[in-house]
């Protein structure tokens, strides 16, 4: 969900069978995030994130939720994404861009609407669980869908648009400014191709987003049997 480009025809083409995510990946965009190399790292990538996303990845090892499959948690308030492997090992994490709208769902039919057409408010980045699998979008890109029918992707962030200074805005040391794009997460290149791709580049993999307005009980309500879960694993 980016800025409308001149340069790439999908932003200004109403969806078809194949549709073009909000915001189109570039071809080389630069690097943002880093592996997870120490329990110490972990702990402390872990506190800065938000209860909601804490939560959940507790929720998804005390589950399984994942189901052996690799996961990344977007945490909203923060502006930031964990992936896990498919055993709930958290081994990376990056800044992300989010959609400029504050909100936890997609309009309806705003998967089919033309850029031009879609309001400030509809460009929220939609809360809850996903199945994420990478597939073509059109002019034939590779993305990582996460909510195919509203349009909404994983991608390496875009640089289309100089003034939307998405590169500063990811390196940025707040969250503040990391609402940009129309609903798409973007990411850093670096960590996307070396990271995050390989991972799920095989049979894809879940993505779990924390709500902006929502409650998480609302969103994600299996996670308030994360107590007993909890209990039943050290019993």
């Known amino acids: 969900m980016a800025t409308p480009s001149a340069a ?33 790292d972990r702990l402390a990538i872990m506190a800065v994130q938000s ?20 996961y990344v948690v977007i945490d909203k308030p923060t502006a930031s994404l964990l992936l896990f492997d498919g055993k709930g090992v958290l081994v990376g994490q990056a800044p992300v861009l989010l959609g400029i709208g504050i909100g936890d769902d997609s309009t309806p039919g705003v998967g089919g609407k033309e850029l031009a057409d879609i309001g400030p408010a509809e460009r929220t980045t939609p809360a809850g669980r996903y199945i994420a699998k990478f597939g073509r979008a ?10 195919y029918a509203n349009s909404v992707a994983l991608h390496a962030v875009i640089t289309t648009h100089k003034a939307e200074r998405r590169i500063e805005r990811l390196l940025s040391p707040t969250p503040d400014d990391n ?57």
């Open 179 to 235: 609402r940009i794009s129309f609903g798409c997460i973007n990411v850093g290149s670096r960590f996307y191709a070396n990271q995050l791709s390989p991972m799920f580049r095989k049979a894809g993999g879940l993505v779990y987003i924390t709500p902006d307005t929502r409650s998480l009980d609302d969103v994600f309500p299996r996670v308030r049997l994360l107590q007993y879960l909890s209990q039943a694993r050290t019993n």
């Open 138 to 147: 059109f002019g034939k890109q590779r993305v990582l869908w996460v909510d």
């Open 8 to 40: 790439l025809a999908a932003k200004t083409a109403r969806v078809t069978a194949k549709p073009a995510p909000r915001d189109a990946p570039p071809a080389q965009p630069p690097a943002a995030g880093g592996p997870v190399k120490t329990e110490g």
């Open 51 to 70: 209860e909601a996303a804490r939560r959940i990845a507790a929720w998804v090892v005390a589950a399984r939720d994942n189901g052996g499959r690799p």
